[in-house]
């Protein structure tokens, strides 16, 4: 008979407008275990906890706790249930002393007052046991992420937590931190405590879980011992068999590449990315390819200078240039379509026409206007050639549906005849049909001499476009693969190799 | 079919507004039945509907710059304060025997300075607007103080009295520059492309900094213009009482002038902006505060009145009322004026 079970989800299902967020998950945590959630972004790992802990209501399936059903409404409720999350920053109060974060609402009292010292005491002794001395009379806003964290965790298993869900909790530490966690997280998995580990270090997973669960598309898709689990078969698990490669039409690979377009020599940021090379030449599409906090998104930002790189250089036709912001990436002949589309993206109540008009306008400068005509014109050209899906060019953009907006942000770039396109996870989101879209659409500006540099998470999407594919691991270059090696399974490989062997 | 969303489309541009308008003077004319009798006297128009134009040229000058800067999300507390300190820069100036044009002249440089002084605060380093502009608000009438020397310091310098009683083409003086300065911002955001920079910048300011959109000096500009306005605003004030008050020049009309933004449409979360509009609201609001002294109730009521309008404004824009069919006051979506 399997152990007991402390909490089980079962069929669980979300709706949110257009979108299954949670398609029947299934979830089991034992008490006396850390288990490890997995999956990529929009996998549904949010949405699960936002039901455990009583932020969101699931619209179908079962939550049990220690055999009872239960379902928390609000994060309070969810905390009588035994159930507490602590998220990166932690829910505390950085102005308030350790000691005071720590009895936050339940002060010990006489005749109404609070008693400090006896308060202060107590801190000091349940920190302790911790493994943690420090003073708790200071403010918790003095103290590191790791120490915030540790106070939290310390204060949720103090208020009789049976689970804690750790999210993300190791993604701003370093070695020593993540180990000092994890030595605290052993110590209440021995107290009979089910934690629930969300990162997205792979290593991390082998380092202190004992299970794992996998969601994809809002399924779970596999639960199993750590150990019976290979690194590869991980991965693979997380982004979807090669199998999912059907239905992309192959591009011709190197049929007009032309010369350098951009060269990043040595270019990368402390803390944020580590140094890599990449080499751009007209028609030809290079693709990132890692997990989510790979570093792949940082080698956008720090390409089209939204984040300034503190090493390396870049040569753009051939002469240095610098890349201190946007408008330096932009006046180079960059375009940059960003992951969060509705966040970075589209600038919502404006129209389709603002939204195409505002690169070319910002890089021409507020005194010489684009006529409302050249910007009708404009706007028109695009709606046809991109086949973007509007009544008129008016809508406010935020009217659109995803792909739509996708397109119309990929005419805002190509109204500026840029030389290298960045499109981070240009398809996320996006409904099939318009997934194929835009994908012809990369393809179509390639043979038309533009450079594009495509990040994605789907294996298969890159290895159906791309020339060459730069893996990126733990936020540093892990390996290029190039032209006929290209393939799902190659690049699975480089993501999954354990670290300190890079491949290619 | 019923076309629940539709309807408020199809309404003219800036009708609300105009109704509001016409609502609030036919409210007068009912309280005072002479009320739209004019005359014209010595090539100068007498009339309440002058004195309204007159009394609200102050009001129209900072709602002008308000709609700005709450285009891009923003808000600027500092206009009352920057009115008494530019007042009191001009009085102290021809005190000191400096010709009016440079005393003027100083006075609308102190109030560049100060919409620079907000500008900085918020674009570079990142002071939320409301904190940032509350420092010179509060700091502001200080200042003042300090220029006049904690006096009301009266003049009686014959141009400056010209700008305060005078007329051009029969309508006073502070009329005819209030609009023309109005006109002027108007032609310059809607000429060039700052007014899409303004509003890209209010709907989403990182977006449009990807977009390459010059955001801070974006910011910056919406203040200085601000600063200058509220500068106009605060010449125009001193000239009319012949005097610079630094306790009471400007004071709460930075309120005024946000809810004429608000009454002219805009909406306090960024976006869209309607610089005629404003002005229409800042007008609606001085004809409800002429209604209010004339139909004989005592000043105070002034403020309750006013407190009452921007209740019944913010319940009317809520999203809850919206929810509920249709708001009376629109937020603008595609309104160009």
């Known amino acids: 008979m399997p152990p007991a079970e402390l909490l089980s989800v079962r069929g669980c299902t979300k709706l949110y407008p257009g979108v299954r967020a949670l398609d029947g998950a299934d979830f089991q945590v034992r008490a006396g275990e850390i288990h490890a959630l997995l999956g990529e972004n929009g996998a549904g ?402 043979t038309q001499g533009l450079s594009i540099y495509m990040i994605s998470s789907e294996l298969a999407e890159i290895a159906a476009t791309a020339d060459r594919v730069l893996v990126m691991r733990d936020r540093r270059p892990a390996g290029l693969i190039e032209g006929a090696a290209v393939s799902p399974e190659a690049i699975m490989a480089a993501i999954a190799a354990p670290p300190g062997e890079a491949a290619g | 079919m019923t076309d629940l969303l539709g309807w408020r489309s199809r309404l003219p541009r800036g009708g609300p507004q105009l109704a509001a308008l016409a609502l609030a003077l036919a409210a007068n004319a009912v309280v005072s039945p002479d009320f739209f009798h004019l005359l014209l006297r010595d090539g100068r128009l007498f009339g309440s509907p002058v004195d309204i134009l007159n009394r609200g040229a102050p009001t129209v000058l900072l709602g002008v710059g308000m709609a700005l800067v709450i285009a891009t999300r923003g808000i600027d507390l500092s206009v009352g304060s920057v009115m008494a300190i530019a007042g009191a820069v001009a009085a102290a100036g021809v005190a000191h025997g400096l010709p009016w044009g440079v005393s003027i002249a100083l006075a609308l440089g102190a109030g560049v300075a100060c919409g620079l002084w907000n500008g900085l605060l918020v674009a570079i380093m990142g002071i939320q607007p409301i904190v940032a502009t509350l420092v010179l608000m509060v700091a502001g009438r200080g200042v003042a103080q300090l220029i006049t020397s904690g006096r009301i310091l009266t003049f009686d310098e014959p141009h400056l009295l010209w700008i305060g009683g005078g007329a051009i083409a029969g309508l006073p003086v502070a009329v005819v520059v209030a609009l023309a300065a109005a006109a002027l911002v108007l032609l310059m955001v809607r000429r060039t492309a700052l007014a899409l920079f303004i509003e890209a910048v209010g709907v989403n300011p990182q977006a449009s900094r990807l977009a390459g959109v010059p955001s801070r000096a974006v910011l910056v500009y919406v203040y200085l213009v601000s600063g200058l306005l509220a500068a106009t605003a605060g010449v125009l004030a001193a000239a009319d009482i012949r005097a610079a008050d630094a306790n009471n020049a400007g004071l709460w009309l930075e309120l005024d002038a946000i809810l004429a933004v608000v009454l002219g449409g805009g909406s306090l979360y960024g976006g869209r902006f309607s610089l005629g509009l404003t002005v229409v609201g800042a007008l609606t609001l001085q004809t409800l505060k002429t209604c209010i002294l004339r139909a004989g109730f005592p000043p105070e009521f002034n403020l309750i009145a006013m407190a009452g309008v921007v209740a019944v404004v913010l319940v009317i824009q809520s999203p809850a009322v919206g929810a509920l069919g249709g708001r009376l006051v629109p937020r603008l979506r595609e309104v160009r004026l």
Not at chain 1, 105 to 113: I, Q, V
Not at chain 1, 214 to 236: D, H, I, K, M, Q
Not at chain 1, 268 to 274: L, T
């Open chain 1, 45 to 446: 790992k949010s949405t699960l906890i936002a039901i455990l802990t009583g932020v969101t209501a699931a619209d179908g399936g079962e939550v049990r706790i220690e055999g009872r059903p239960a379902r928390p409404r609000g994060p309070a409720q969810a905390r009588e249930l035994g159930i507490s999350a602590l998220y990166q920053e932690g829910a505390l109060v950085p102005n308030l002393s350790v000691a005071e974060n720590l009895y936050l609402g339940r002060e010990p009292t006489r005749f109404g007052l609070v008693r400090r010292r006896r308060m202060e005491g107590d801190a000091r002794l349940l920190l302790a046991a911790y493994g943690l001395q420090i003073d708790v009379t200071s403010p918790l806003g003095r103290y590191s992420t790791a120490v915030r964290q540790l106070v939290a965790i310390a204060r949720a298993a103090d208020l009789s937590a049976k689970l804690l869900i750790l999210d993300e909790p190791t993604s701003s530490l370093d070695a020593d931190e993540t180990a000092m966690l994890f030595e605290v997280m052993r110590q209440l998995k021995a107290r009979g405590l089910g934690i629930v580990f969300v990162t997205h270090f792979l290593d991390q997973v082998y380092a202190v879980c004992d299970r794992l669960t996998v969601l994809r598309n809002g399924r779970t898709v596999a639960e199993r011992a750590v150990g019976e689990v290979s690194r590869a078969e991980l991965v693979g698990l997380m982004l979807g068999e090669a199998s999912a490669g059907a239905g992309y039409p192959a591009r011709r690979r190197g049929a007009a590449v032309g010369p350098a377009v951009a060269t990043f020599r040595g270019f990368g940021r402390r803390r944020r990315v580590a140094p890599f090379d990449l080499q751009f030449r007209a028609g030809e599409v290079v693709a990132a390819a890692g997990l989510l906090g790979s570093g792949r998104t940082e080698t956008a930002l720090l390409m089209f200078g939204a984040e300034t790189a503190d090493s390396g250089e870049v040569e753009v036709a051939g002469r240095p240039v610098k890349l201190r912001g946007p408008r330096d990436a932009i006046r180079a002949g960059f375009g940059f379509c960003p992951e969060d589309r509705k966040r970075d993206g589209v600038v919502g109540a404006l129209s389709v026409r603002e939204n195409i008009a505002l690169a070319l306008q910002a890089r021409g400068g507020w005194a010489r206007p684009l006529s409302r005509r050249r910007q009708a014109d404009l706007a028109e050209r695009y709606i046809k050639a991109l086949d973007i899906r509007t009544p008129d060019a008016e809508k406010p953009i935020e009217q659109l549906s995803g792909g739509n907006q996708q397109k119309t942000l990929l005419a805002r770039w190509l109204a500026t005849d840029p030389r290298l396109l960045i499109l981070d996870e240009p398809t996320r989101g996006i409904d099939v049909g318009g997934h194929a879209e835009i994908l012809k659409l990369v393809d179509e500006l390639c």
